[in-house]
């Protein structure tokens, strides 16, 4: 550790939030930080196990320092190394989610997940058998993670109140749609919008992938399904017939 003033001393002054209305310059409303916070959830996420432990002290004393504990000191955790980076190679961080923006903040990452988000069949960890809307409650809110009760909910996230009453959070594509109100609501409006299309587009060509679907064409990996192919997967519709096109 250098000499110097404390990183909380530093980090209070670029940033002081005690009691402060910010205000944008250029008009942006709250939704600007609710979208940056959603399509933040669909690109990344760090291995939250926690690393080795880093307390960050504080000094009761300093007139824009409002934390108080009896430890005089944050708890923060570092994130797990990479493997192979360190000190000397720059250390690297693990980003445990995709980095596309394909909407995996609404369907998740793994079919295991996609499987207890879509409604019908779940718990066999296959998706492709399930209806192609998304589970909601009866009156259009997110599945709580009660919603299923012989199927355990994938994991999200816990904070405050609901550390207490791990049932009653709502489970997502990601693990923080119950980080704040706002990003829950946009996170419903994804799942409502959705299940909007799945409903306009029954009946047409876009038919909803039946639990007919031969069982050769269930198995063996996936990682290697074309993008159109994954994208069908999750939105539960057979792909669209292939177009032949003619150069000219
Ligand atoms: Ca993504
Ligand atoms: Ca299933």
Known sequence: MVAGP???????????????NLFSEHGVSQWGWVWGQ???????????TPG????MAFDRSDPLESYTND?????????????GTSVTTSRQQINTIDSFIDASNVYG??????????????GDGDPTNNAAALLMSWNGYLPRASARPTV??????????????????????????????????????????????????AG?????????????????????????????????FSSPPTVATTRT
């Open 52 to 55: 080795e432990s880093a307390p």
């Open 71 to 83: 430890f005089h000191e944050l708890a923060f955790s570092r994130t797990p190394a990479a493997p």
């Open 6 to 20: 404390s990183p909380r001393y530093i980090s209070s002054r670029v940033f002081n939030n005690v009691g402060q």
């Open 109 to 122: 990452v793994s079919e295991s997940r996609l499987d207890w988000l879509r409604a019908g069949s779940a």
């Open 152 to 201: 355990p909910a994938p994991p999200v996230d816990l904070m405050g109140p609901l550390m207490a009453t791990p049932e009653k959070a709502v489970v997502a594509g990601d693990v923080r749609p119950n980080e704040n109100v706002a990003l829950t609501a946009t996170h419903t409006l994804f799942a409502r919008e959705h299940n909007r299309i799945v409903s306009e587009l």
């Open 204 to 236: 047409s060509h876009l038919s909803e992938r039946r639990s007919s679907r031969s069982p050769a064409a269930s198995s063996g990996p996936r990682s290697n399904t074309s993008p159109t192919t994954s994208s069908c997967l999750r939105w539960g």
């Open 38 to 48: 959603f399509v933040d959830h669909d690109i990344g996420l760090r291995d939250e």
